[in-house]
């Protein structure tokens, strides 16, 4: 029996985000250059975005490129941004033949010319997509996001569009960049580091955590299918009781 078939399809996440960690690692102990482990990492990219549809995960976030990773050397910022215009160009077509709708989040206003016109592209060519919705975290981060967000909202105050007794959880959510896509089920993060790392920090409030020590380019379907199984073995509680929780399925159950 294939992974893939050990899963249980009536308890698929629904979104799925990943911190895909360990290109530069990888590239080093085959005494490579970083840019080579990030190539890599595209191919990794292809092969979850696949797996992921073949599972029926209806959302994929992927963490490719964050607020703190213009610290890193011009040369390795430089390459990555090369990499995913090629990336997105060339696998266009490929994405929309899957039924993939591209989304992104982060400070697209930072990204060079290039990137934006890549990524406004795509965006536009994948909009009918229906399979799955892959969302690149691109010049992103959470406290970013969210101090947009308040900024936005204070406008509102000021402009009488919003008052702020009006203030909710569901409204804040709505300024989020994240607007309609429902928070991820299931945080995976390669390279065997456990942090979260600036992401997503108001979505994941209620995600399951899954921390592997594969390096993200050696990441493919069984990994994620294992991802999945170990997430369906958890019990998710959203802060009530297990008694409460066996009985709110008893309940389903015995209302089918
Ligand atoms: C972290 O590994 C990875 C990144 C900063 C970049 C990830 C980007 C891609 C895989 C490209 C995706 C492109 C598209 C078009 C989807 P690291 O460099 O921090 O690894 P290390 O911790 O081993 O140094």
């Avoid at 011009?74 to 215009?85: R, S």
Wanted: net charge negative; charged share 30%.
């Amino acid at each position: 029996m294939s992974l893939l078939e050990k899963i249980n399809n009536k308890r698929i996440p629904s979104h799925i985000a990943i911190i895909m960690d360990g290109n530069g690692r990888w590239a080093k102990e085959r005494g490579l250059n970083r840019a080579h482990g990030h190539q890599e990492g595209v191919v990794a990219v292809r092969k979850i975005v696949e797996a992921a549809i073949q599972a029926n995960v209806k959302f994929l976030t992927i963490y490719a490129f964050s607020t703190e990773n213009w610290n890193r050397p011009d040369d390795e910022v430089d390459a990555l941004m090369e990499l995913m215009v090629h990336a997105i160009v060339k696998e266009t077509p490929d994405l929309i033949k899957q039924g993939v709708r591209l989304l992104t989040i982060g400070d697209y206003e930072r990204l060079p010319n290039k990137t934006k016109t890549a990524l406004k592209e795509c965006i536009t060519q994948t909009e009918e997509g229906s399979s799955i919705t892959l969302i690149l975290a691109l010049s992103y981060s959470s406290k970013w996001e969210i101090t947009q967000a308040v900024k936005k909202m204070m406008g509102d105050i000021q402009n009488n569009q919003l008052k702020s007794e009006d203030l909710n959880e569901e409204l804040l959510s709505d300024y989020l960049s994240t607007k309609g896509i429902p928070d991820p089920d299931l945080l995976i993060r390669t390279g065997g580091e456990k942090r979260i790392s600036n992401f997503l920090l108001w979505q994941l409030a209620y995600a399951e955590l899954y921390f592997t020590d594969t390096y993200w380019p050696d990441f493919r379907e069984e990994h994620l299918y294992k991802a999945i199984c170990n997430f369906q073995c958890r019990e998710r509680r959203f802060g009530k009781t297990s008694e409460q929780i066996e009985k709110e399925q008893r309940d389903k159950l015995n209302n089918l």
